[in-house]
């Protein structure tokens, strides 16, 4: 299934400064029956974002409307725990395309490179400086660029690269996962096919 390219991203952010955040928070298993994509925005950070009655908790940061944005900025080991790849839909289908924290849980990070959510791993040091930034100005905008492999806070020009698989960010660029990417290799695979001996 494809999904938006991904080149450079410009957007304000939405600060979530909470260590070891678990794909368990992100969507509860109790949601996690459909197998499409869509819908699972809705439960994104359920037990966290609702009381029991289902009424908004005001002083969850998904609740509070001076924050908004593309970006999800969050605290060290994003994305622990259980493998389950519904936490990334559950991010894409809320509408964030890049998660930015100072540690990545590896499946959860791979899950997200999978469906078209570029995380952004960068130093405490600069997550802290991204933190403040957002504290002063919440519409401060973040600038990720694929192509560069850079972050930018805009406001003060701050700006530090990241990593990303090479294989990851051309399908990233492209909108591809992995089936398309080798759908858009079926020319160079019939004429291999053709001339193979076997």
């Not at 999978?114 to 930034?133: C, H, R, T």
Request: hydrophobic content about 40%.
């Amino acid at each position: 299934m494809a999904y938006d390219k991904f080149t450079i991203l410009k957007s304000s952010a939405v600060p979530m400064p909470i260590e070891n955040v678990d794909t368990d928070q992100i969507i509860p298993a109790r949601f996690l029956k459909a197998t499409e994509r869509k819908g699972f925005g809705d439960n994104l950070f359920r037990d966290w974002r609702f009381n029991g009655d289902d009424t908004p908790k005001q002083d969850f940061v998904l609740n509070n409307a001076i924050y908004s944005g593309k970006i999800l900025v969050g605290g060290r080991n994003f994305g622990s725990g259980s493998s389950r790849e519904h936490a990334a839909w559950a991010i894409y289908d809320y509408g964030f395309r890049c998660v930015v924290s100072s540690f990545f849980a590896d499946i959860f990070k791979n899950n997200s490179l999978n469906i078209g959510i570029l995380p952004v791993q960068v130093s405490p040091e600069f997550l802290d400086k991204i933190f403040k930034a957002i504290e002063a100005d919440p519409k401060a905008e973040l600038e990720v660029s694929l192509p560069a492999q850079t972050i930018t806070i805009l406001a003060t020009g701050e700006k530090e690269s990241f990593d990303i698989n090479g294989y990851k960010k051309h399908n990233m660029q492209n909108g591809f996962d992995d089936i398309d990417y080798l759908q858009s290799l079926k020319t160079e695979i019939q004429a291999f096919a053709a001339n193979s001996p076997y």
